[in-house]
């Protein structure tokens, strides 16, 4: 058996689902970074992406090549309130936050988690931040009041964790603009 193989756009590593193929990207888990797999990614002129979780999401038989009907991933923030903020502001549905203290203003949260987790899927994001945090994450597992926003280079969206699911918002701070003016 071949240390390494491709097949389907999967990457096996010695028996192992290691990571993918995206055209000429290869998604790999980090715990195969070493100088045989890079090497081999280079002479298949793959350029690697190394990620956390992809061995544990191709095990649960989550489909991750690379076709053409995939979405692009995108980046994921977790904001959750700050500690300073009224505790009262924490761990209540978008309704309740709405009537007692206004829309969610990203003053009063801070980035708990910045990175990839392989999905767009919120609900598969809510269960790999409440129960198998990845690393780089530092808050409590994700509950109602937190936000997750989905990013990349064309832009933002931005889900409140809700009572039930999650409820699109406008994350924007609630200041008023400044302009320049220019008097003479």
Known sequence: ????TLKNGLISYYGNPAGYTEKEKAIVDCIFQNDELTGWLAEKKL???WMDGVLERLLAGEQMSG???AAPLKNIRIWQLKPENDVHMKFISYEEMVKEFGAPDP????????????TNDLESIYARCNVNHPPGYNGHSLSMSDVVELYDGEGS????????????ISFESQEPAQTMRMEL
């Open 157 to 168: 969206e931005f889900h409140y964790v809700d009572h039930f699911g999650f409820q699109n």
């Open 67 to 69: 076709s053409a009907q």
């Open 107 to 118: 003053q009063n949260y801070r980035i708990a988690y910045d990175g990839q987790l392989g």
């Open 1 to 4: 058996m071949p240390g390494i």
């Open 47 to 49: 350029t690697p992406a």
